[in-house]
């Protein structure tokens, strides 16, 4: 594993390439299934990009906890509101999930630092 997230996402973007050549279909119904799941509507966006984090964590999944990490700061998610899903991962898998966790935190740190902020602070809820 890389020790950027950013640079994590690029690489497995770059690595999916082929993917998207050789299985055009496949690839083009995943991101469209990826749409759905997350658009608003009972849940908001926000919520079910934290689920998809702490799902990402209990799988041991490195790509996912970058690319929904970076989807939440986008969205404005809180630290208090990563932490807190992280704390629902760690409860479901038990100590591989707080190893990933760790991660997660550092991957939302580097993403919130990359879009120009430390990362929303549970104060500012």
Known sequence: MTNSYKQLTQDVMANLVPLHKGVPQVMKGFGEMGKSAIANGALDAKTKELI???VGVAARCDGCIAFHTKALVKLG????????A??????MGGGPSAMYASNAVAAFNEFSAL???SGAKASEQ
């Open 52 to 54: 998809a984090l702490a």
């Open 86 to 91: 992280l704390g629902v991962a760690i409860y």
């Open 115 to 117: 879009a120009g902020n």
């Open 77 to 84: 998610a809180t630290e208090a509101e990563v932490h807190e």
